[in-house]
């Protein structure tokens, strides 16, 4: 299985250009970490979810900083783009009603194209189920968080 090279462990604020300040400040304070080395597990539990079985799939490990209520791991279709947003359809491959702090989620997945395939959502503390799309940075490379619409 081939990997991405290890990156930096905690991704805070990666959101598409035109993410407003709010889609930003959901994102950091969610404290969602990203990386491609499951060593983060190690010593601790965590816990395992294979979206894909490509031989090019890499780890991606979700470590939240507090609670996410109703953690979803989703499959993306993409639907349509235009000035009130992104639009994905979206498949439910993963849940479980909170993920924890300290007992980080690895899926192991493949990042297949220049549009997203994959997906993740949850409730924020003011009840709002928060949606953001998974891909691979452009310029660097590295995983990155940006928020769309279903």
Do not use: W
């Amino acid at each position: 299985m081939k990997t991405l090279r290890t990156i930096a462990a905690l991704i805070l604020a990666c959101a598409a250009a035109g993410a407003s300040a709010g889609d930003l400040a959901a994102q950091k304070a969610t404290g969602i970490a990203m990386a491609a080395d499951s060593k983060i597990c190690d010593g601790g539990r965590c816990d395992v979810f294979t979206a894909d079985s490509s031989e090019y799939r890499t780890e991606v490990v979700f470590a939240p900083a507090s609670d996410l209520k109703d953690f979803r791991f989703l499959s993306l279709n993409f639907r349509d783009a235009n000035d009130s947003g992104v639009f994905f359809d979206e498949k439910e491959m993963y849940h479980v009603a909170a993920l924890k702090a300290g007992s980080p989620l690895v899926v192991r997945m493949t990042f297949f194209g220049d549009i997203p395939s994959y997906g993740i959502s949850y409730v924020d503390a003011t009840g709002k189920t928060v949606r953001y799309t998974l891909s691979l940075s452009g310029m660097d490379g590295k995983p990155e968080l940006a928020p769309y619409k279903n």
